[in-house]
T-cell receptor, first 109, second 113 residues
């Protein structure tokens, strides 16, 4: 099956800092989504981005499908950005998502 | 975005009993729903694909007789953990596709004593 690698595994940021999270995948995909899992376990949809660039407030994402990677940018980080960020991809017609291991982000005041 | 609910949010049961978890799409219809399991400090692992009106398809290594899935309507899928054991304790999360994007329920934390 498709392999999904996220880096870095852990990230500690001071409030106000910017950061970039990376997701590499091993095959072509028809779906790529970024999620934020909050401390209660809820996955929050950040982006649906199988290709191209999107922005939503302080967050933006870029997927370069031909090179099989996606980047999530967090600007002016806030303590509420803390949590685990997951990249997930699908390559079949069912839409089954394969998740990466996640990046644990801690934003300190 | 689309909303997916799960019930219950937490359940504690004795070893050997069965537990049913409900997953509902609240503002859209979902012909396909998915069930995932997440152990502490780990990622989500897909257990099965739930298809409305037909049998679920299970991922390799997931026991279909232990994790019974029913998708009887376009807004409801249920996961029943039969004869639960302590090793089944985990965080179970469902999802559904709205348009092309997957949306996730808040999860159910199962503890088997």
């Amino acid at each position: 099956g498709i392999q999904v690698e996220q880096s870095p595994p852990d990230l500690i940021l001071q409030e106000g800092a910017n950061s970039t999270l990376r997701c590499n995948f091993s095959d072509s995909v028809n779906n790529l989504q970024w999620f934020h899992q909050n401390p209660w376990g809820q996955l929050i949809n950040l982006f649906y981005i199988p290709s191209g660039t999107k922005q939503n407030g302080r967050l933006s994402a870029t997927t370069v499908a031909t090179e099989r990677y996606s980047l999530l940018y967090i600007s002016s980080s806030q303590t509420t950005d803390s949590g685990v960020y997951f990249c997930a991809v699908a390559s079949d017609s069912w839409g089954k998502l394969q998740f990466g291991a996640g990046t644990q982000v801690v934003v300190t005041p | 975005g689309a909303v997916v609910s799960q019930h219950p949010s937490r359940v504690i049961c004795k070893s050997g009993t069965s537990v049913k978890i409900e997953c509902r799409s609240l503002d859209f219809q979902a012909t396909t729903m998915f069930w995932y399991r997440q152990f502490p400090k780990q990622s989500l692992m897909l257990m099965a694909t739930s298809n409305e009106g037909s049998k679920a398809t299970y991922e390799q290594g997931v026991e279909k007789d232990k994790f019974l899935i029913n998708h009887a309507s376009l807004t409801l899928s249920t996961l029943t953990v039969t004869s639960a054991h302590p090793e089944d304790s985990s965080f179970y999360i469902c999802s559904a596709i709205s348009s092309v994007e997957q949306f996730f329920g808040p999860g159910t934390r199962l503890t088997v004593l």
